[in-house]
DNA sequence: CTCATTTGAGACACCACTGTCTCACGTGAG
DNA sequence: CTCACGTGAGACAGTGGTGTCTCAAATGAG
């Protein structure tokens, strides 16, 4: 029988790779004490493990959001639950950003966007209900949250922030900024900053 | 002669590295019209390529940072204006932050943790003077410039957003957030999450 | 027990990149 | 012109990962 569930497996792939982008799939196979042989029975490619592993997140991803959606959650309050929900998962996925492999493949692109796109919702009907600045793009705040969610993490691994106060300071950030004072329009004036003389 | 500076081809490198991470030192050598052979001339190593990108980078952000002081800009205005010109950057630089090689060079983090820490002064600043929000440690406030720098990179690459937008939607959402009525403290109370069967 | 299936170990060819080296060519200085 | 020097082209071995294959051992069902 298999020692290891597909996704148990995934979801140890998932932790190897987070941890170091660039390990082998020899890595990949010591860590879940399986031969490399059998890795690659179960996964082609290592472009395979790499999309199951995508897989695996969005579908978590959108169990999660569906989740919100039930509560009937929207605008504002959906994206700070969403931030509660969505930080303690870097640390498995965070590194699906940055494998190149995955733009190339239409089913990845395709998923990612729906899930994206569901949260964009949230913010325009956020944005017509004056809870959500208007003078942004409504994807451009779900870029950021992806951002901040990426930098808070980077911030755990590297020992300067708690875990337990991630979701916090992503939340404030983003929703509140770090100003103090209501913070509108252009109160800096960029001098000119063409100097052509180097 | 030398038909490029070695800052000219470190800038090229600059470029190529940032459109593709993993181009290889031929990809770069074609790039800079200059044969593989006397790339490897200038640059002994792939990771000396890197590094002498990264002195680059620092040279020319630790400039940046320098004319800030000059202008005796601090706190709040001086991370305005430092979003301002680090924006333009990232096309340039922003792959470094996934180059792991760096970590490991003393020299490349001692040089970029100097300018950090000129950044998280002027933050401190900022919350001495209650510009900032003190509830938030002044790291993530650097921190968190970055997620959102690197953003708006990546959706600038996207064609989500202009590149003339991108410094204005840093800064309105790293200074102002995204709610529009002031944002202070957990407005959200997170249900119990701890649901132990899948 | 017996047999089918799955696994681990290892061999294998393959590939792309790296870093080094050699040598012929072109150019510019003297 | 002559010579020194930088360069391009290409060969070369070495490296590390990949994907496939074989075979023997282990495992589990009947």
Redesign the pocket.
């Known amino acids: 029988?298999?020692g290891t569930t597909h996704d148990s497996l995934v979801g140890i792939a998932a932790m190897v790779l987070s941890a170091n982008p660039a390990a082998?799939?020899?890595d990949v196979a010591e860590e879940a004490?399986?031969?490399?042989?059998?890795l690659?029975?179960r996964f082609?490619?290592?472009?395979d493990l790499v999309f199951s592993i995508a897989r695996l997140a969005i579908s978590e991803i959108e169990e999660i959001s569906a989740h919100i959606d039930e509560r009937q959650l929207t605008g504002l309050a959906a994206i700070e639950a969403l931030i509660e929900v969505l930080v303690p998962l870097a640390p498995r996925f965070g590194f699906l950003m940055s494998q190149y492999c995955l733009e190339s493949n239409a089913e990845a692109v395709e998923l990612s966007q729906q899930v994206f796109n569901k949260w964009t919702g949230w913010v325009e009907e956020g944005q017509r209900r004056n809870e959500i600045r208007v003078d942004l793009p409504a994807r451009w705040v779900v870029s950021s949250l992806h951002g901040l969610v990426a930098s808070v993490y980077d911030g755990v691994r590297e020992g300067l922030f708690g875990q337990r106060d991630a979701p916090r300071l992503v939340r404030l950030t983003l929703l509140g900024g770090i100003a103090t004072t209501p913070f509108t329009h252009q109160s800096f004036q960029p001098v000119s900053n063409t100097r052509s003389s180097p």
């Open positions: 029988m298999r082998s799939m020899q004490g399986i031969s490399r042989a059998t690659h029975r082609a490619n290592r472009e």
